[in-house]
C-alpha cells in the first residue's frame, strides 16, 4: 500500500510497484488508507509522512492495529531530520522524497520470505 496527499506520487508509485511485479494499492489521505485495508492486507505499506489532517506515524499505529499481521512499515518525507522519529516510532525503513526507484525496489526485493505479486 502506498499512502501519499500527492496522487501524482502515490500513483506514480504504484505503477512502479506493478510494472516490477509487486501488487500495489494507493491511498491519498488517512481515512482513505484505513478504508483499503478493509479489502486489502498489505505486507508493506509505504507511507508520506507529513500529510494533512493526520500524520503517517498516527496512520501507521491505527493500520497496524486494523491488519491481522504487522506489515513492513517504509517512511517517506522531505524532511531529513524526521529519521530518528521514524525508528522510534517502529517504522522499518526511511527515505527523504523523492526515494530512488532502485533503492526501494532493493528494500522490497530484501524482505525476508517476499516475492513479488
Same mark, same amino acid.
Given at each position: 500500500m502506498?499512502?501519499?496527499d #500527492?496522487?501524482? =506520487? !502515490?500513483?506514480?508509485l504504484c505503477q512502479l510497484l506493478w510494472i516490477v511485479d509487486y501488487e500495489a494499492r494507493a491511498a491519498? #489521505?488517512?481515512? =482513505? !488508507?484505513v478504508a483499503l485495508a478493509d479489502t486489502f492486507a498489505p505486507d508493506v505499506v509505504v507511507l508520506d509522512i507529513e500529510m494533512p489532517?493526520?500524520?503517517?506515524?498516527?496512520?501507521?499505529?491505527?493500520?497496524?492495529?486494523?491488519?491481522?499481521?504487522?506489515?513492513?512499515?517504509?517512511?517517506?518525507?522531505?524532511?531529513?531530520?524526521?529519521?530518528?522519529?521514524?525508528r522510534s516510532r517502529a517504522f522499518d525503513h526511511h527515505f527523504l522524497k523523492p526515494v530512488e526507484p532502485g533503492v526501494l525496489l532493493d528494500v522490497l526485493d530484501g524482505l525476508a520470505g517476499s516475492s513479488p505479486g
Open positions: 502506498v499512502v501519499d #500527492s496522487p501524482d =506520487a !502515490a500513483d506514480s491519498y #489521505s488517512g481515512p =482513505a !488508507a489532517g493526520e500524520d503517517g506515524y498516527a496512520l501507521a499505529d491505527r493500520l497496524c492495529a486494523q491488519l491481522a499481521g504487522r506489515p513492513v512499515l517504509v517512511a517517506l518525507t522531505g524532511r531529513p531530520h524526521l529519521e530518528h522519529r521514524s
